[in-house]
């Protein structure tokens, strides 16, 4: 194990709880711009207790049991409260507006968790929030509870999804109650839409005939003016716009891939990438596409990690390709984060440690070679045993002061971390289950 600090950086599903709480003040050295970072890596996993501690909880009991009420969970409830409460209002008659207008709910809906899913919209959300937020003299109890926050963008989603369902339900309900002003093929579609909301191309047409149909002349006019005029219309292209633009920036470029170990591939592209982005690299643009953390010095060019734990990663060790295709619109993540504070301790194990790499490949890289020695903690699993990355966390950020930390591992591993800082009050976010 490696526990470092060093000096300035410019800037699948995991299971552990988000602690917002910060009790800590800001420290008296924020005039300071430089951003400190203390790095601990572990580098060897107990597998089989992971696969048995695995065994003994599903998915669904972490999630509903283990995690308690989540931030996720929270704003998940909110959301779908509103919803629920317009819907009512709607349903009741109190609310005019929502009763003529249901699909275009519906709509708002789906357009709100695609923005929390669009990588484009959080990739400028996430710069926003560093370069608003990130300065010394904000309150670090608001830098802590926007992480959270951010992180958790995912029960905004799950919630407008199943709350686009109850108002397109509530949509074709009036629709059949009114179908003497309607037409069959309008209460036909929007059957198919509900039954098959993933073909969301549907809902186009649906929207289309709604518009161009006439009640009077039981006819369909349609005309560019009543698309214009449209509240729908308008949701529906900025859905399409968002969903179309990360597949406009894809390409195949020519790539360098050299073995690390059987286990874990080097994969290098040209162009430096700001720190704490992510990439997707893909063997063709039609099949799957693999999310990894990018390393990169940001000057001339940048590199990825890949565990060989898959059928396509373990391929880059056998094939070594000379291309791959990669989406040009890199995504932020949690570690993007790093930059809000002004000292993070970052924990990392296995091949988790290169979402990091970026903050230590910059300049501070001479300052690490020539850190005292009697500072660098080094721990050789192989001799001394696995060490309990919880208490050396909280005990690292205790003496240097972290103001939050930062944990990169297993689900087990990360729980581990983030609970054992929650109890000793220090603010740590790590992968959940959602990410």
């Not at 470092?4 to 924020?30: E, L, M, N, Q, T």
């Not at 048995?52 to 989540?70: M, P, V, W």
């Not at 929502?98 to 899913?117: D, G, V």
């Not at 292209?237 to 080097?266: D, G």
Request: aromatic share 10%; charged share 20%; net charge positive.
């Amino acid at each position: 194990m490696y526990a470092v600090s060093p000096g300035r950086s410019r800037s699948s599903s995991h299971f552990c709880d988000i602690d917002i709480d910060a009790d800590k003040d800001d420290h008296d050295d924020d005039d300071d711009d430089d951003v400190e970072v203390e790095f601990i890596a572990e580098g060897t996993q107990d597998a089989e207790k992971q696969q048995q501690k695995k065994a003994n909880s599903s998915r669904i009991s972490i999630i509903l049991l283990d995690q308690g009420f989540t931030v996720y969970k929270w704003i998940f409830l909110v959301c779908l409260a509103l919803n629920m409460v317009a819907l009512s209002l709607a349903a009741s008659g109190h609310f005019p507006y929502a009763k003529e207008k249901a699909s275009l709910f519906s709509i708002a809906n789906i357009l709100a968790l695609t923005l929390c899913r669009s990588e484009a919209t959080l990739r400028i959300l996430f710069y926003l929030v560093v370069k608003t937020i990130g300065k010394p003299f904000v309150p670090l109890r608001i830098k802590t509870s926007t992480t959270s926050f951010l992180q958790s963008l995912g029960g905004i989603h799950s919630s407008c999804g199943v709350s686009s369902i109850s108002w397109l339900l509530f949509s074709l309900v009036l629709t059949i109650k009114n179908k003497n002003k309607t037409s069959t093929e309008i209460i036909v579609v929007a059957f198919v839409i509900l039954l098959l909301l993933f073909l969301s191309s549907l809902a186009a047409l649906f929207i289309l005939l709604s518009i161009s149909y006439d009640p009077n002349s039981q006819s369909y006019h349609f005309t560019i003016s009543k698309m214009i005029k449209n509240q729908e219309s308008w949701f529906t292209l900025a859905i399409t716009i968002l969903i179309v633009l990360p597949w406009l920036t894809v390409r195949k470029v020519a790539v360098r891939v050299s073995t690390a170990s059987s286990h874990a591939t080097i994969i290098k592209f040209e162009g430096g990438v700001e720190a704490g982005l992510f990439g997707r690299i893909s063997p063709s643009p039609l099949s799957e596409w693999h999310a990894f953390g990018i390393i990169s010095d940001g000057k001339k060019e940048h590199m990825m990690l890949a565990g060989a734990v898959g059928d396509f990663t373990r391929s880059l060790v056998s094939t070594k390709p000379n291309h791959l295709w990669v989406r040009k619109l890199h995504f932020a993540g949690l570690t993007y984060l790093v930059k809000l504070y002004k000292r993070v301790l970052l924990v990392a194990t296995g091949s988790g440690i290169c979402v990091f790499l970026s903050f230590l490949l910059q300049e501070i890289v001479e300052l690490v070679r020539n850190y005292p020695k009697e500072k660098v903690i080094v721990h050789d699993t192989g001799v001394c045993g696995r060490p309990n990355v919880g208490e050396m966390s909280v005990e690292g950020a205790t003496t240097w002061n972290c103001e939050v930390v930062i944990v990169t591992s297993n689900p087990q591993g990360s729980k581990d971390v983030v609970r054992a800082c929650k109890k000793a009050k220090i603010p740590a976010f790590g992968p959940i289950w959602d990410s």
